[in-house]
């Protein structure tokens, strides 16, 4: 017991020693001595530490030749806590505060590697003469992602662009011939769209002059939705298939096929949809589920089906098409009711 009273002895008197002064100080001790004169209870006496100037003189001493840790991590370029230091973390102070200083992006290094496009997509013209290099970017932007969907029926719907949610898009289109040496001829590259268009579904037409495809600009209001263009080959030039502007692509199912070489049979949002279906505020009804026979079946579990009298009305109204006619000419010509059309498969 008196040598583990004797260590705790030291070490109160070791704390007490100042690293930046080599003058040991006094220090308070308490009388642990039980064959020393009695004094009153709980008197203290002061004493000079001169038995441990020899300690901090040794401890001056070991410390006099170390570098502080602050300076060596400097020199590296890296904080005491390992981390990289303020001239790293100037390479991309420009690219944070663009995003609003809530995300932090990797070194150029690494943000390169990551962003790098993709090899393009391919697609054979119906004579095998011609072949499509379709540009596309390496991951969906944070603002695709986080787009709002309607769950029914099975399908995750977006509202604003009555497509599929989350649907990935190219970004450009090249045209090459193929040579008979087996060799591309130089690209062609498609134009006339607004730039940073994204485009989907693009289809030959039958005889390989023309191209089809969809186009979606902007993420607010209607130019948010999509759009059908054409293109001619041979220029690469683009333009609108519908003059007005007013004609948008419903893509929830099929959304368009060439009937011939010049006419297109198009899905589109039905001229006369209202405004979107307000959920009621009470129900008509309670929801009743019942199982009097109970019999446990085995059936397989399907994902948002339609729940209620709303749901319903939410799928009618996104999913509800008006077929027209398009020609390259111009000329648009409604084919039968709005329905809810799932699939297009016309004749040879």
């Given at each position: 017991?008196?040598?583990?009273?004797?260590?705790?002895?030291?070490?109160?008197s070791l704390?007490?020693?100042?690293p930046?002064?080599?003058t040991?100080?006094?220090?308070?001790?308490?009388n642990?001595?039980?064959?020393?004169?009695?004094?009153?209870?709980?008197h203290?006496?002061?004493?000079?530490?001169r038995?441990?100037?020899?300690?901090?003189?040794?401890?001056a001493?070991?410390?006099?030749?170390l570098?502080?840790?602050?300076?060596?991590?400097?020199?590296n370029?890296?904080?005491?806590?390992?981390?990289m230091?303020?001239?790293s973390?100037?390479?991309y102070?420009e690219?944070?505060?663009n995003?609003?200083?809530?995300?932090?992006?990797?070194p150029?290094?690494?943000?390169?590697?990551?962003?790098?496009?993709?090899l393009?997509?391919?697609?054979?013209s119906?004579?095998?003469?011609?072949i499509?290099?379709l540009?596309?970017?390496?991951?969906?932007p944070?603002?695709?992602?986080?787009?709002?969907?309607?769950k029914l029926?099975?399908?995750?719907?977006?509202?604003?662009c009555n497509?599929r949610?989350r649907?990935?898009?190219?970004?450009?289109?090249g045209?090459?011939?193929?040579?008979?040496d087996?060799t591309l001829?130089?690209e062609?590259?498609?134009h006339?769209?607004?730039?940073?268009?994204?485009?989907?579904?693009?289809?030959?037409?039958?005889d390989?002059?023309?191209?089809?495809f969809?186009?979606?600009?902007?993420e607010?209001?209607?130019?948010?939705?999509?759009?059908?263009?054409?293109?001619?080959?041979?220029?690469?030039?683009?333009?609108p298939?519908?003059?007005?502007?007013?004609?948008f692509?419903?893509?929830?199912?099929d959304?368009?096929?060439?009937?011939?070489?010049?006419?297109?049979?198009v899905?589109t949002?039905?001229?006369?949809?209202?405004?979107?279906?307000?959920?009621?505020?009470?129900p008509s009804?309670?929801?009743?589920?019942?199982?009097?026979q109970k019999?446990?079946?085995?059936?397989?579990?399907?994902?948002?089906?339609?729940?209620d009298?709303?749901?319903?009305?939410?799928?009618d109204?996104?999913?509800?098409?008006?077929?027209?006619?398009?020609s390259?000419?111009?000329t648009?010509?409604?084919?039968?009711?709005?329905?809810?059309?799932t699939?297009?498969?016309?004749s040879?």
């Amino acid at each position: 017991m008196m040598r583990g009273l004797s260590k705790v002895y030291h070490r109160f008197s070791l704390f007490s020693l100042s690293p930046l002064t080599l003058t040991p100080p006094l220090f308070l001790s308490l009388n642990l001595n039980p064959f020393s004169s009695p004094r009153a209870a709980g008197h203290l006496r002061t004493q000079s530490s001169r038995p441990f100037k020899t300690v901090t003189t040794m401890i001056a001493d070991r410390l006099h030749h170390l570098v502080p840790v602050n300076s060596v991590a400097a020199e590296n370029g890296v904080g005491p806590n390992g981390s990289m230091s303020s001239s790293s973390d100037s390479n991309y102070t420009e690219e944070e505060e663009n995003l609003g200083g809530k995300y932090r992006l990797p070194p150029p290094e690494i943000k390169d590697i990551v962003d790098a496009p993709p090899l393009p997509a391919l697609a054979f013209s119906p004579h095998r003469d011609k072949i499509l290099f379709l540009k596309r970017r390496a991951l969906p932007p944070l603002a695709e992602l986080a787009r709002p969907e309607e769950k029914l029926a099975g399908i995750r719907i977006d509202g604003r662009c009555n497509t599929r949610s989350r649907m990935s898009f190219y970004t450009g289109i090249g045209i090459h011939q193929l040579l008979p040496d087996g060799t591309l001829g130089p690209e062609i590259e498609v134009h006339g769209f607004p730039a940073g268009a994204k485009i989907n579904f693009v289809t030959w037409s039958n005889d390989g002059r023309h191209l089809a495809f969809s186009v979606r600009v902007g993420e607010q209001d209607n130019s948010g939705k999509l759009r059908v263009w054409v293109a001619d080959v041979e220029t690469g030039k683009a333009r609108p298939l519908f003059q007005s502007p007013d004609i948008f692509l419903n893509a929830i199912f099929d959304n368009f096929v060439w009937l011939d070489n010049s006419t297109i049979l198009v899905s589109t949002i039905p001229s006369s949809r209202g405004d979107l279906p307000k959920k009621p505020l009470v129900p008509s009804g309670p929801k009743i589920q019942s199982n009097e026979q109970k019999h446990v079946v085995q059936v397989r579990t399907f994902q948002d089906l339609l729940k209620d009298e709303y749901d319903e009305d939410l799928f009618d109204y996104y999913t509800t098409t008006q077929l027209l006619l398009a020609s390259l000419d111009g000329t648009v010509k409604e084919f039968g009711p709005p329905a809810v059309y799932t699939s297009l498969d016309p004749s040879p």
